[in-house]
C-alpha cells in the first residue's frame, strides 16, 4: 500500500478487494502525519481516537460482507474553522486555542453519514485571513515542494495535507481564494463551489457573503466525489440553495468531450494575463489552452473589468463582514477571556472587552476588524462599503454577459490562480503585497461563481495551478471540464 | 489616508486595545491599504444598484415553532465553554455602576 499512488477511488477498491483493512490504511495515514507534522506543520489536532473507532466500524461491515459506500473508510482530513464535535477548533487563533466544538458542522456530519475517516484538524491563517498561513497562532504551514516556501492561505494546512499524503482528500474554506491558492501553491485539486450550494452551519464566520466550504484532493474526480457528498440545502444555513445537478454523461473519452458543452467556447479574459503575472505561468497556461484547443474548443478573448476594482472591492466588503462576525468574541461566552469574577473589584466589562480582544487576535484578525470598522461607520459608509457593494453588481453583470447563453456565451473561463508560484517565507511583510496574491480568485466570491484550481506541468519546479470559472450554479460544468482537462493529460 | 486619531477611536468602537507602536503601525498600513481601495473611485457606478445578496435570496424565513433543539449534553456542553458560569447562567462583570 503506497499512499502516494493513492486515490479516494483505487483506496476504495483496495478496501472492497480486502487489499488492506481499513484499521491499516487508517494507520498507515496517521503514522505518516505523527512523522512528518512536526515539520511540515499541517495538522494543529490528530483525532485519533475518532479515526480509529471509524476504521473499526467500516472493518466490521467489510468483514459482515456488507457493501461500502465510495467514500467509506477513506481519511479525510478538515480545516480547523468547520466543528467537529468534542474536539477543539481554533480557527487558527489563540481566541479559541482550547474551544470544544459542542457540535458537528452540516459538511460534517455528511461526511460522518457516508462514513469517512476523520484524521484530524489542519492549520490555516487566524480566522481565515491570509494567503500563506503566515498568520496562523499555531505556526506555519511548509511547502512540501520546498520548505522555504508558504503553503498558501488559508486551507494551507489542507492542501498540505493532501500534496504530502497525509489524507485522500481534505475540506477547506474559501472567501477570496483560500481553497484555490493553497492548491495552486502545493499542486493539488482546490474546488470552491458556487454560493449557495454549501451549508456553511458550522462553518467558523469570517465573510458571511463570501465564505464557501469546499474540497481539495489529488484528481478532480476525487474532489468531486467529496462534493457530491457536503452539497445541498440545509434548513440551518438559509443562504443555501437547491441547485439541480447539471448533468452531464461524464464520458472518460476526451475526443467526445467537448459536446458536453452547451457552446463549446471557452473565454480568455485578457486583464488577467496582463502585467503582474508571472511570465513562467504565463506559459504554463497557454499550453493548457492548447490542450483544450486541440480537442475542438473554440477560445474567445472576453473582458472582465480590471481585477484590481474587484480585488479593492473585496478588500472593503470582506473586512467589513469581519469586524460583524468577530464581534462575537468577547470572553464572555467562550473562548479566551481576561474576565476573573474573582478580581470584579478592578476590572470592569470595558476593560474586559479591550483587553481579551487585543491579547486573543493577532495582528491580521485586528487589522481587519479595525479597517471594517472603518469602512462602515459613519461618514464613510457610502463612500467605501456602499460603493463596493455597487462594483461588486457591476462585476457579477459583467460575468452574467460574458456567459449568456443567449448571446452565445463562453461555457466557462480560463485564469490562472496566482501570479507567480508559492513564495517565500518572511518575503511578504506587507500586509497589501500579501493581499495582491488573490488578485485573480478574489471575483469568483465577489460573484458567488464555482471556480476550480487544476495544477498544470507537474515535475518541473515549483506547482502551478490553473483557474477554471464557472457560471452561477453551474458547478457539474466546471468539474467536467477540469476532469476533461486532466483526462487529456492522462494520455 | 487615516489619522493616527482615527485609528484610536476605529479600535475603540472595536472593542480592541492598541500599543502606541501598534496604533503608528496600523495608521501607517491602513493608510496604504486605503490607498489602494481609492482606485474604485474611478469606477462609474452611477447606474446600479447595490449587490444585496448574490443569489438574489429575500426574505428567507423559518417556521415560527420552537425548534427541535439540542440535549441536555450538548447544552451543557456550551455552557462548560464560559469563562464563569453558575448553573445555566454565564457570569460576567457588572454592567452598571
Sequence with gaps: MKLENLTIESANRGLIKKEFSCIELTRAYLDKIKKENKELNDFLSITEKLALEQAENVDNKISKREKIGILEGIPIAIKDNILVKDYIVTAGSKILEKYKAPYDAFVVERLKEVGVIIVGKTNLDEFAMGSSTENSAFGVVKNPYDKTRVAGGSSGGSAVAVAANHCLGALGSDTGGSIRQPAAFCGVVGFKPSYGMVSRNGLIAMASSLDQIGPIAKTVNDVKLIFDVIRGKDDLDSTTIKAPKFQVQNSKQVQGAKSQFPNSKIGIPKEYFAEGLDSGVKEEIQKVIKNFENIGFEFVE?????????????????????????????????????????????????????????????????????????????????????KAQKVRALIKKDFEKVFSPSANGVDFIIAPTTPAPAFKMGEKTDPLSMYLSDIYTVTANLAGLPAISIPCCKGKGLPVGFQIIGSQFKDDLVLEAAYTYEQINLE | MISKEQVE????????????????????????????????????????????????????????????????????????????????????????D
Design chain 1, 302 to 386: 472576453i473582458n472582465l473589468p480590471n481585477p484590481e476594482y474587484a480585488l479593492a472591492a473585496y478588500y472593503i466588503i470582506m473586512p467589513a463582514e469581519v469586524s460583524a462576525n468577530l464581534a462575537r468574541y468577547d470572553g464572555i461566552k467562550y473562548g479566551y477571556s481576561t474576565i476573573k469574577i474573582s478580581k470584579l473589584k478592578t476590572q470592569n466589562l470595558m476593560d474586559n472587552y479591550l483587553k481579551t480582544r487585543a491579547e486573543g487576535f493577532g495582528s491580521e484578525a485586528r487589522r481587519r476588524i479595525i479597517l471594517g470598522t472603518y469602512v462602515l461607520s459613519m461618514g464613510y459608509k457610502d463612500a467605501y462599503y456602499n
Design chain 2, 9 to 96: 477611536h476605529m479600535a475603540k468602537l472595536a472593542r480592541i486595545e492598541l500599543t502606541d507602536q501598534e496604533k503608528e503601525k496600523f495608521t501607517k498600513e491602513l493608510s496604504s491599504i486605503l490607498d489602494y481601495i481609492d482606485k474604485l473611485n474611478k469606477v462609474d457606478t452611477s447606474n446600479i444598484e447595490r449587490v444585496e445578496q448574490i443569489t438574489g435570496l429575500e426574505g428567507v424565513v423559518r417556521k415560527d415553532e420552537v425548534p427541535k433543539f439540542k440535549d441536555a449534553e450538548t447544552r451543557n456542553k456550551i455552557l462548560e465553554e464560559a469563562p464563569e458560569r453558575k448553573g445555566d447562567y454565564i457570569k460576567v462583570p457588572k454592567i452598571l
